[in-house]
Each structure stands twice: as C-alpha cells, then as structure tokens.
C-alpha cells in the first residue's frame, strides 16, 4: 500500500491558508489545521489545558473555559511567555497530527494529507511533510482581511514580528499560490496544484 502524501500549508498571517485547505477538503483531502487542534487542546477537560491555565493564570478564562484571545493578549505582549506557552503546545499539536495522519492512512479513504500549520519552518517541522505549500499575499491585502475579522494592526504586527517573513516561506516551499485575486482564482490554482500533488505522490 502506498503511504498517504503529507502536505504543509503554511504563510503568514490573513494569507489564505484556510481557504486554500477548504479546496484541498472539497477536492478529497483530509484536513487538518494547527491551531484548530491547538484550541481543542486548550480545553480544560484535559491536561494540557490545565497546565496552561495554572502557568497563566485565571485572568486568561472567560466564562469558565481558556479565552484564546485573552491568552494571546498575555502572551505576545511578553516573548518569555510567549516561549512558554509554545513549549506547552507544540509537541502536544505536533504529536495530535501524527495520530490522524496514521488514522486517515488506515482509511484509505483520502487523495491527500493536508495539514495548515502557519508556524512550519519556525518549529523546523518542514521535514515531517513531503511537500510544503505556502500561500503568499501582498501585505496590504493581508493585514485588510486581519482587521476586517475584528482584529487590529498592532496586533498583526506583533504576531508577525514572531514569524518568518512570508517571502522566505515561500522561497523554502515546493509549491507557492499567490493570493492576491478572488476565491474562485485561488480555487483554480488550487485545483492545479492538487493534480500535481497527487501525481507526484507515486514517484
């Protein structure tokens, strides 16, 4: 049997990373993203996320459960808590992915195994993956939609002042969608790119 293809979509902030996994699903990937497990983790019915709530403390709940924003307010204000609460996370992500991805290659139901995970390279995770994806946008553009989702400019400069830049993601990926046009551009490219990926999948 052959193995499932392991797929990275990764680039900075407000990019189009979910979008571009969104197609991959339709098109008869299984998906997977970082920082939705990430949140799931955080829950505190388990471990991890009781562990992140007794380093931070309980000005991070909201209504008795972890607030995401609450605790990214805390912790990019502060690189030293910043750091910690990556230590907690990422392996515990990292070892999440590895579970589905054996679980979706038990199925053999799946053309591909996509995984949007925005921090790739800065976790040296590249490796994991048989081809990695990033999706590139003008910064304008970027920083447009991150506001339009009710966040701030100061707030997007400080996430991506934690990140590569997206131009040297892209310079270190296999494939590059640029997306600065309509979904239904970015769908075609993504269309493209799946039929790549899946024949490449036997060489």
Same mark, same amino acid.
């Given at each position: 049997?052959?193995?499932?293809?392991?797929?990275?979509? %990764?680039?900075?902030?407000?990019?189009?990373?979910?979008?571009?996994? @969104?197609?991959?699903?339709?098109?008869?990937?299984?998906? *997977?993203?970082?920082?939705?497990?990430?949140?799931?983790?955080?829950?505190?019915?388990?471990?991890?996320?009781? @562990?992140?709530? =007794?380093?931070?403390?309980?000005?991070?709940?909201?209504?008795? !459960?972890?607030?995401?924003?609450?605790?990214?307010? !805390?912790?990019?204000? =502060?690189?030293?808590? +910043?750091?910690?609460? /990556?230590?907690?996370?990422?392996?515990? $992500?990292?070892?999440?992915? /590895?579970?589905? &991805?054996?679980?979706?290659?038990?199925?053999?139901?799946? %053309?591909?195994?996509? *995984?949007?995970?925005?921090?790739?390279?800065?976790?040296?995770?590249?490796?994991?993956?048989?081809? $990695?994806?990033?999706?590139? %946008?003008? #910064?304008?553009?970027?920083?447009?939609?991150?506001?339009?989702?009710?966040?701030? #400019?100061?707030?997007?400069?400080?996430?991506? =002042?934690?990140?590569?830049?997206? #131009?040297?993601?892209?310079?270190?990926?296999? &494939? %590059?969608?640029?997306?600065?046009?309509? +979904?239904?551009?970015?769908?075609?490219?993504? *269309? !493209?790119?799946?039929?790549?990926?899946? /024949?490449?999948?036997?060489?």
């Amino acid at each position: 049997m052959l193995a499932l293809k392991k797929i990275a979509i %990764t680039g900075g902030i407000a990019s189009g990373k979910s979008s571009v996994c @969104q197609f991959f699903r339709e098109l008869g990937a299984y998906v *997977v993203s970082a920082d939705a497990l990430a949140h799931g983790l955080l829950s505190l019915e388990n471990s991890l996320g009781q @562990q992140v709530l =007794n380093h931070f403390g309980p000005q991070i709940l909201q209504h008795g !459960k972890i607030d995401r924003r609450l605790l990214a307010a !805390k912790v990019f204000k =502060n690189p030293s808590l +910043l750091e910690a609460l /990556e230590k907690l996370l990422h392996p515990a $992500v990292l070892q999440k992915i /590895e579970e589905l &991805y054996e679980q979706a290659k038990l199925q053999q139901a799946y %053309t591909l195994f996509v *995984v949007e995970i925005p921090l790739l390279y800065e976790i040296h995770s590249e490796d994991a993956y048989d081809a $990695v994806v990033a999706v590139l %946008t003008d #910064e304008s553009l970027a920083k447009k939609r991150f506001c339009q989702a009710g966040h701030s #400019e100061d707030e997007y400069e400080k996430r991506m =002042n934690r990140q590569w830049s997206p #131009e040297e993601k892209a310079k270190r990926a296999n &494939y %590059t969608l640029i997306n600065n046009g309509s +979904l239904a551009k970015l769908r075609q490219e993504v *269309v !493209k790119l799946n039929s790549i990926l899946k /024949e490449n999948q036997f060489s």
